[in-house]
């Protein structure tokens, strides 16, 4: 590696720590900002303090929340009666994007993963039998990921919480589309052939 | 684009202003600011303002520096007699990661390009010149992109530099190495041509 000045050189390791960053990209950020008005960093630099000092969690789903409470349950146009329950807060991202869900979330901030040492008790799971206790809930849509943890986490959610008496389901799961039935793993095509629907 | 809380929003937008980052890469990393701990946010956060404040540029050869004399021009086992000019600092680093040229830099900071209004005023040649009039410069290798702009530029130094008694040579143009010369277009198979080296 060349030397850069300290400086530089720090920061450039500093953007190497992110995710989907390399040495280049790593080179090419720093030399960026570099270039660029001191306000410009001033702004990237506050940014990331601000997301760390302004932000929580939501006092009622653990979504990330500028306030006490997230804008999905501060919504009032938003159905309280089916909760989607994710893994982690950027996971709601991916479904808000469908435009399709018009109900509240819930997230755990993690799956179960006895290897890693993570229990039920690890997970934000306490918060969600209480708002089912409160009994507006009437479906949990149990979105965590389709591997180990997730599918863990989700059968250990419908144990828990189908005595409750609230409907538990869970995402399908198959090809996905635009995809090619020749890229896919067996497990994805058995779990495409029990979740088929009539035509 | 689903609603983020304003600091969040406001943390991917300032990351997809960085090249190479678009929204999905610029949300990963957001979210993993956020995730990160507060110390690891500072590091970052201040190293972004430290290239601002405690970088300059080298008196010498116009390259970063974070003191009056960037660590080239003060590192005195690299030859003063030949110079390479670049276009811009992070050209330096191409060049240093061969470990094959042990001389000294000049950053033009930009190229000839009339159309934008760059001419040679826009230029830091006034400080090569001076190097040269001091009479240690025997060499000037020109790095410039291999460009038009870089063309120009090249051209211009040559005309300027080699009446003041130097050697003025151009890095040279060809095929790259492990690539292809199906993959080749014409101008550069032309230059390959007239670069050919007797075996």
């Given at each position: ?6 400086p530089l050189a720090r920061l450039i390791t500093e953007f190497k720590r992110l995710p989907g960053i390399?040495?280049?990209s790593a080179q090419r950020i720093a030399f960026h900002v570099l270039r660029a008005g001191r306000e410009d960093a001033e702004h990237l630099s506050q940014a990331i303090l601000d997301v760390k000092d302004k932000l929580g969690l ?6 990330i929340a500028d ?22 807060p950027h996971?709601?991202v ?106």
């Amino acid at each position: 590696m060349p030397d850069f000045a300290e400086p530089l050189a720090r920061l450039i390791t500093e953007f190497k720590r992110l995710p989907g960053i390399g040495q280049k990209s790593a080179q090419r950020i720093a030399f960026h900002v570099l270039r660029a008005g001191r306000e410009d960093a001033e702004h990237l630099s506050q940014a990331i303090l601000d997301v760390k000092d302004k932000l929580g969690l939501c006092r009622v789903c653990n979504n990330i929340a500028d306030g006490e409470i997230c804008q999905y349950c501060s919504n009032s146009s938003r159905d309280p009666k089916v909760v989607c329950v994710v893994e982690e807060p950027h996971n709601i991202v991916g479904i808000e994007t469908t435009r399709q869900f018009e109900g509240r979330y819930h997230v755990l901030h993690g799956a179960l993963s006895p290897l890693r040492g993570i229990g039920p008790d690890s997970l934000k799971i306490k918060g969600l039998v209480e708002r089912i206790a409160q009994g507006e809930v009437c479906e949990v849509i149990v979105a965590t990921n389709p591997n180990v943890e997730g599918e863990a986490t989700a059968v250990y959610l419908a144990r828990l919480l189908k005595p409750l008496g609230v409907k538990v389901t869970r995402i399908g799961m198959g090809i996905p589309v635009g995809s090619d039935l020749e890229f896919a793993d067996e497990v994805t095509i058995s779990k495409a052939m029990e979740g088929r629907r009539e035509m």
